[in-house]
């Protein structure tokens, strides 16, 4: 099984900046792609960052130019560096892994638990 651990969210005032971190362990193969995404309430789950085992990032509009997505590879960890933070990015926070168990086992997706972003004065 896989386990993806997230760090502790919390309070930051508007233009504060936290750093969210993921790590995944258990029967891991290899990782294609790993990412944040966040549920707002009453919203539905959103895209924040996702980044390729290459590096290769993508983000929304909303967040581009404030959050930063990175990984280490060896360690199987993610990082979202989110500065210039605004009330509108209140939300859980969700890590996202796409990864393989063997090289013949389908990629499937595997999910943090959450952790709560909350961004208030």
């Known amino acids: 099984q896989v386990q993806l651990v997230e760090s502790a969210g919390g309070l930051v005032q508007p233009g504060g900046s936290l750093r969210l971190s993921c790590a995944a362990s258990g029967s891991i193969f290899s990782i294609r792609a790993m990412g944040w995404y966040r549920q707002a309430p009453g919203k539905q789950r959103e895209l924040v960052a996702t980044?390729?085992?290459?590096?290769?990032?993508n983000y929304p509009d909303s967040v581009k130019g404030r959050f930063t997505i990175s990984r280490d590879n060896a360690k199987n960890t993610v990082y979202l560096q989110m500065n210039s933070l605004k009330p509108e990015d209140t939300a859980v926070y969700y890590c996202?892994?796409?990864?393989?168990?063997?090289?013949?086992?389908?990629?499937?997706?595997?999910w943090g638990q959450g952790t709560q972003v909350t961004v208030s004065s």
């Open positions: 980044i390729t085992s290459g590096g290769s990032t």
């Open positions: 996202n892994a796409n990864l393989r168990h063997t090289a013949w086992t389908p990629p499937r997706d595997y």
